[in-house]
């Protein structure tokens, strides 16, 4: 037995270091995108529940990152707007895991996404974005997919992008909005019992890795512009939309 197997530092582990390091800068720069950089390589090496655990409680333990040199800049009241429809969505995430194949759900998920990014490269406007209801609608969808397949960015995201938030704005609001959600999903999983202890061992030793990424990210914000958050905003939910189509086709085929 080597001396990294003895310290509990197995191929699969180094691995799984490496992937919460890197979905750690991801978050740090952007504010979002943890989910995307660690859920697929992540379900190679452990099972759904650990990685949908790992997928949320990192990204609550490390948004603090973000916000040390940004909290000034939250959106309060679309946060406080996002918070009624994702906890009405949490509970539908719940029950769509116990009745409805993930698959589904990934690839309507999927498909929305890609759909509505690209109309956001086109530069086409995406009606009802700043009417009082758009928050809610995006709120509730966050909260299912965050539920069901741990992912709860891409509605948040996309409302902010067609919004126009500034970058810290952008970057703040959607790191308080996932300390409420992921805090509630957390909670509902466990006493769901869909997460117990040891998802939550696995999460704990990729901890210090996912706030290690999470500063290098937050370094990186220092030298981005405006026009290049936007990009790797829009980068970060094509992946996020094809991703997710991916895996829905490979699973239902």
């Known amino acids: ?3 990294g197997e003895e310290l509990g530092l197995t191929a699969e582990l180094i691995a799984a270091l490496c992937i919460a390091f890197g979905g750690g800068i991801v978050t740090g720069l952007a504010g979002f995108g943890f989910a ?9 090496i452990y099972d ?5 655990a790992v997928a949320i409680s990192l990204t609550l333990v490390t948004s603090w990152v973000v916000l040390l040199d940004s909290w000034r800049h939250i959106e309060r009241r679309t946060v406080v707007s996002l918070l009624p429809g994702a906890i009405v969505g949490l509970g539908a995430g719940v029950a769509m895991v116990r009745t409805v194949d993930v698959a589904w759900i990934k690839l309507i998920a999927g498909m929305v ?4 990014t690209m109309a956001l490269i086109r530069g086409w406007a995406i009606p009802g974005t700043s009417s009082p209801a758009a928050a809610p ?20 995201a996309l409302l902010f992008a067609t919004r126009s938030y500034g ?8 790191v308080a909005y996932f300390y409420v959600i992921d805090a509630l999903a957390m909670t509902l999983l466990i006493q769901q019992r869909l997460v117990g202890w040891d998802e939550l061992r696995v999460v704990a030793s990729l901890l210090p890795a996912a706030i290690a990424g999470t500063f290098v990210g937050r370094a990186l914000v220092q030298r981005t512009s405006q026009e290049q958050f936007r990009l790797v905003t829009l980068a970060i939910l094509l992946g996020t939309g094809a991703v997710g189509l ?7 085929a």
């Open 1 to 3: 037995m080597g001396r």
């Open 167 to 174: 970058l810290q704005a952008f970057r703040s609001s959607i």
């Open 246 to 252: 991916i895996s829905a086709l490979r699973d239902l």
């Open 36 to 44: 995307l950089a660690v859920v697929p390589p992540m379900l190679v």
């Open 113 to 116: 996404v890609l759909s509505f």
């Open 48 to 52: 759904p529940p650990a990685v949908t």
């Open 137 to 156: 609608v995006a709120g509730f969808f966050s909260g299912a997919l965050n539920a069901a397949i741990g992912m709860a960015s891409p509605p948040v």
